[in-house]
């Protein structure tokens, strides 16, 4: 039997300076503009949300910006994260290619996600703030925060979208435990949350009322600030840590990835992977093929709009450039919850337009049986949003086969499913089903775009 | 904020055999009994249940065993497993004492049951056996056993306890996605079920009943054999590799532990972390005090009586001198359902007759208390089971701040709480209580012991 081949990196191996793609850019990205004047946003427009020092990363055109020692003290706690070749899966498939999975799932909160939460609430309590508003879908941005407030001793409130919320108790207990207060949104507790209450009083929630929520408690209080768990450029350079350790990683197994396959909801773990290598292609330094994998029901990418949006339901947050399906575009309530936003990462969308990247959408069904291949061959349960990421990847190795061709493909494992396991019990019943979107409910959603002077 | 340091060995490090104290005994283990014939066992006895090099190892002298290479490269997936210093836990306490944690909660399945799921499996293939069957409380042990034998293309059949069946279910979809088959215990599939629920049909079930029922099917058919998750000599010998690892990581922090605390089930997490130490301290080479924390309504060391018992409720399976509560006692339905076994391994109850380490029984409560306390400081939610040792460990960290000493404590943090939200609900909202174990059912359930001739 071949064994699965762990890269493992030391400590002083790991990053101290983020990748920040703006530099690489050919061109610009499009400024965010202010919800209200659609005028692009100064700092001070962005200091009620953030703090001073991530304003600054959001803009900076600097190629590099140093992770700062405290928050390179507690990425050592589950990084460097392990590289992993999969053989074992390559036999199965009896595909030439060589399949490389990076594994995030090692984390304290199994997921990607405490890569960008840490910092964040570092940067905050550096400025003073007390208190840290955010929202979160199926709970793996909540509970990171939730972990990283809880270790430099921030309170942390999260909106829950309300479905979620009821449908994930075990999420949100995980919050609780870590001393986080979680709301479930639509709320009464701010004007947002009543007016949708009002007009829709058995509303299930979105991410986009839940950010208008945590938006909205945020900049009413001095002490607190927004954070936001995908979508901002800031965010994203945080989770390029994954993308430069597998580079380094590879550098030891002797190889560079031909295709590099991300899934894609707000955009920050296919960063993560995908930008240190995307920013060598545009240097001119190396190309690489590179995929992302978007759920079927919610096709921001292969779907959506290129245009000026909002980012929240309330239309409170910055209006962003991006590829999107229409701020009140609620889509199916498939189980990879974390990919349910109606727009995507400005950067990302800018990056498709430049046509860095290719996007695809699958239905849910074929995600989860190729999970539920990859656990059983190589021993991990991934989370439904990695499902994507896992189907995308055995189908470029099967096409390998097909082909007779020996690529190097990787991506991104971003989290573990032991938080998911609703989801499979549903997937083995029987009960989940492909869903289309809904291109009516996309054109209406796509009738309230900001209309720009 | 002191940072908490995390201690890597590289795969070259990692051990390359299992440490067995049979070796360093000054005593010999009292022999297994045939449950029928109370005459000592042969390995001609046990080859229904195990294949032949697990009952070698079983009764092994020699000192270490070597870890076949493919078993080797399995572990590497998770392995070597990181050793923390807990600064900030040492910084909340206000303790002079280091702390320090191992922590196999990065294990696939979130545990450290894989070290020996994963030989179980491979030394079973190796023999051609094609099903293991097995038995599973709270399901760390099932869903290992599932994902190790997925990996060897073995079927798996577990005994799942009716309780844990019912109140678990996402333990059981996890053995489920790893293409396990899991049956309620007691069932109407075995004889030893049918005769529970004969006599009480409304039977949730117990690890005794459970291990009854896999052991019966186990004998029946002569392509299955049986898996143990604990208390066997081979299955502690496996776990080992905790201890060895955590031996070099503190050479590396230039420290030696003066106190080991660990929780105590069936004994094999125990065994794992404190073994490699004990046999140092047999040798007479370096003492070191060791602490087993036991919940309260299981009280198997502190409470219980050192005889020869039967392993299972159906006295099917062979008879071991240990510390027991009796075969047929039930314990209360706490949270950490991996501690309610009514018996202790035989080599862990032998050691403690010899004075090698001191035993103490803790409440659900404290235990919980001291897991939140854990997840907020340190980051990582820990599992009901690793509570205890979370709960000694402080405990101990506390009396150190008291006496002025600054000791070297060390404790295995043996799985993460990612499936045990549910227990975490309950504590937050109050609904957990403590429970004193029955005195009357205790005795009742001795008087049941085998009378040896």
Redesign the interface.
């Known amino acids: 039997?071949p064994?699965?081949?762990?890269y493992?990196l030391?400590?002083d191996q790991m990053p101290t300076a983020w990748y920040n793609i703006q530099a690489d850019l050919p061109t610009p990205l499009p400024p965010p503009l202010h919800p209200a004047t659609h005028q692009p946003l100064g700092p001070h427009d962005l200091a009620p949300l953030f703090p001073m020092e991530l304003i600054k990363q959001e803009v900076s055109q600097e190629r590099t910006i140093d992770i700062p020692e405290?928050v390179q003290?507690?990425y050592?706690?589950w990084r460097p994260t392990p590289l992993?070749r999969a053989r074992?899966l390559e036999q199965y498939l009896d595909t030439p290619a060589k399949i490389y999975y990076k594994y995030e799932g090692?984390s304290?909160t199994?997921s990607h996600k405490p890569n960008t939460a840490v910092p964040q609430a570092y940067y905050n309590k550096q400025a003073g703030v007390k208190r840290l508003t955010t929202e979160t879908g199926a709970g793996q941005w909540g509970s990171a925060l939730a972990?990283?407030g809880?270790?430099?001793g921030l309170e942390v409130l999260v909106y829950m979208v309300k479905v979620s919320y009821h449908q994930k108790?075990?999420?949100r207990?995980?919050m609780?435990?870590?001393?986080a207060r979680v709301v479930a949104s639509p709320s009464e507790e701010t004007h947002a949350g009543r007016t949708i209450l009002a007009a829709h009083p058995d509303s299930t929630g979105s991410l986009g009322i839940a950010i208008s929520e945590a938006v909205e408690v945020a900049v009413q209080d001095d002490d607190s600030r927004y954070a936001l768990g995908s979508v901002l450029n800031h965010v994203l350079m945080h989770q390029t840590v994954i993308g430069l350790e597998t580079l380094t990683q590879l550098e030891m197994a002797g190889d560079y990835p031909d295709v590099i396959v991300g899934c894609t909801g707000g955009g920050s773990n296919f960063a993560g992977i995908a930008f240190p290598f995307m920013g060598a292609s545009l240097r001119g330094e190396r190309s690489v093929r590179v995929v992302a994998v978007e759920p079927a029901a919610c096709p921001t990418l292969t779907k959506g709009v290129y245009t000026y949006d909002f980012g929240d339901t309330a239309h409170t947050a910055p209006v962003v450039k991006m590829h999107t399906l229409g701020s009140t575009f609620v889509p199916e309530g498939i189980h990879a919850g974390g990919l349910r936003y109606h727009g995507m990462a400005p950067l990302v969308s800018h990056l498709l337009e430049l046509g860095q990247f290719e996007a695809r959408a699958e239905q849910q069904l074929e995600c989860f049986a190729a999970g539920?291949t990859f656990?059983?061959?190589e021993?991990?349960?991934p989370a439904p949003e990695a499902n994507h990421a896992v189907k995308g990847a055995i189908d470029e190795a099967l096409r390998c086969k097909e082909e007779g061709t020996s690529k190097v493909i990787l991506f991104n494992l971003c989290g573990?499913?032991?938080?998911d396991?609703?989801a499979?019990?549903d997937y083995?019943a029987g009960k989940l089903q492909n869903t289309a979107y809904s291109r009516e409910a996309v054109e209406a959603a796509l009738s309230e775009l900001p209309v720009l002077g």
């Open positions: 039997m064994e699965t081949i762990k493992v030391s400590e405290e003290q507690i050592r706690q992993y074992r090692v304290s199994g972990a990283a809880a270790v430099f108790p075990y999420r207990a995980l609780e435990a870590y001393g539920v656990a059983r061959v021993g991990i349960l573990h499913g032991h938080f396991l609703q499979y019990i083995h």
